[in-house]
């Protein structure tokens, strides 16, 4: 039960992260409302499922309300941005979605993957499932944070995420770590592909 629910989360990151790029616009914009209804609802069902306790409890309850708000200001911004805006308004609609906006939300979406390997403990999860987790978020994670430009808080949270796993070694604490392992060596490679980070767009594959 506890595999099913930590991979429910991790598909419903990789879809609502993903889905939205691809739908168009309007399209969009309009399955990105779904977003953190599935995201942190599917947090929130693996908490309830592993009895979480009141340190992964408060710091899950933080880190999802601010996912919400930096979820809806990208939103509310990018929303606004698709209707052409110029000057000023195109100035603070490129900083409360590009700039703001992907901040906090990437931030809190990697506080909350921390909370949920914080919650679960001992929780037992086979090689499989922590494998398939591994590569759902670490590719969601590189993804994001090349396109939201954030790519630089994804190395930070595995230079703090990889140590714990070493030390505390729980399976879902290693998946969740491995996520962020192999999102910083696509990161690099990225890097070393194209000499710099540009974002995916910035190269025509968005």
Same mark, same amino acid.
């Given at each position: ?7 429910l ?30 995201v ?59 700039? =703001? ?6 931030? #809190? $979406?990697?506080?909350?993957?921390? %909370?949920? &390997? /914080? !919650? @679960? ?9 922590g ?32 140590? =714990? ?6 399976? #879902? $604490?290693?998946?969740?770590?491995? %996520?962020? &392992? /192999? !999102? @910083? ?13 540009p ?8």
């Open positions: 039960m506890v595999a099913r629910r930590l991979l989360f991790a598909v419903a990151v990789l879809v609502f992260h993903h889905a939205p790029s691809f739908a168009g616009d309007t399209a969009g914009d309009w399955i990105d409302l779904l977003t953190p209804f599935a942190v609802g599917a947090a929130a069902w693996f908490l309830w499922g592993v009895r979480a306790p009141g340190p992964a409890l408060v710091l899950a309850f933080v880190a999802g309300v601010l996912y919400v708000d930096g979820h809806g200001i990208h939103l509310a911004a990018n929303s606004i941005g698709h209707e052409s805006p110029t000057g000023d308004v195109e100035r603070v609609t490129h900083f409360w979605d590009e700039e =703001w906006g992907h901040f906090e939300w990437h931030l #809190v $979406l990697f506080g909350l993957t921390a %909370a949920l &390997a /914080l !919650a @679960a403990g001992a929780e037992h999860v086979s090689r499989r499932v494998f398939a987790v591994a590569v759902l978020l670490g590719f969601t994670f590189f993804t994001s944070t090349v396109e939201g430009g954030t790519w630089w808080l994804e190395l930070i949270a595995t230079a703090v995420l990889v140590p =714990w796993a070493l030390r505390a070694r729980g399976a #879902v $604490l290693v998946s969740c770590a491995s %996520a962020f &392992a /192999l !999102a @910083a060596v696509m990161i690099g490679i990225w890097a070393a592909w194209h000499g710099g980070m974002q995916f767009s910035d190269v025509g594959w968005l």
